[in-house]
């Protein structure tokens, strides 16, 4: 398949291989939320790394020939499909970290925004959203995810020209978290995957639905949000296992039974 689910150890991976430029229509989009659901299902996979399997494309975006040939209809429902689909990786209690090294624009850029973390190569690539420049905007999550990240002026700024970015430039934003020698990427994707997947899975999971969940709250409810989901942790055993390692001063092994 053009997009597809794999695990290597307790790392999923979904990975993008639609070329040439890993652009999606509506089938693309089903394959995609087919992926991410898998991802979701597969227990042993506790981080997911969405990567792409084209050297200079992480994903260009929607399909440019799909969106003329279709019809109104068509093409809001395959927004409303967008929505849904990229919506489930926040919803689920495992990190997802989009490994980019090549274009990233358009959809493309959304389906990034809409992972938990961006690990970005060096390179001679670009990010952005320049469905401006088209006469049309970020319809895919993509003026919402942006100004959630940056704050709204400097979105505004990147959304009202189209700018297309350097790795340099989006590190320097916020919009990747790291930036690595393009021949490191993989690699360091993967070692810090590992570390995440080794921790605390119950403690992460339960980390991500409070910021999540309680962003869009009043302060107040969001609070009264984490002391509920507080709870159930300090019942659980990931808990015991963290302070038997701190006073034996070792390192906590969190899947011991796994």
Known sequence: MPIAYSREGNIGCITLNRPPANSYNADGMLELRA????????????????????????SAGADMSF???????????????????LSLMSRMPKP?????????????MEIALAC???????????????EVTLGIIPGNGGTQRLARLLGVSRALDLMFTGRRLTPEEAHNLGILDR????????ERTREYAEGLANGASFAIGTIKRAVY???TLPLDEALGLERSLLEPVLQGPELKEGISAFKEKRQPNFHAET
């Open 179 to 186: 930036l690595f020698p393009a021949e490191e990427l993989a």
């Open 213 to 215: 969940e309680g962003r």
């Open 116 to 130: 938990d973390m961006r690990f970005g190569a060096t390179g001679r690539y670009t990010l952005g959203l320049p």
């Open 96 to 108: 997802f970290i989009a490994q980019i090294g090549g274009h990233t624009l358009g959809g493309g």
């Open 67 to 85: 969106l003329i040939e279709s019809s109104l209809e068509q093409n809001l429902a395959m927004v409303d499909q967008a929505h849904e689909t």
């Open 35 to 58: 992926a991410i659901e898998a991802a979701g299902e597969d227990n042993a996979a506790r981080v997911v790394i969405v990567r792409s399997a084209l050297e200079r494309f992480f």
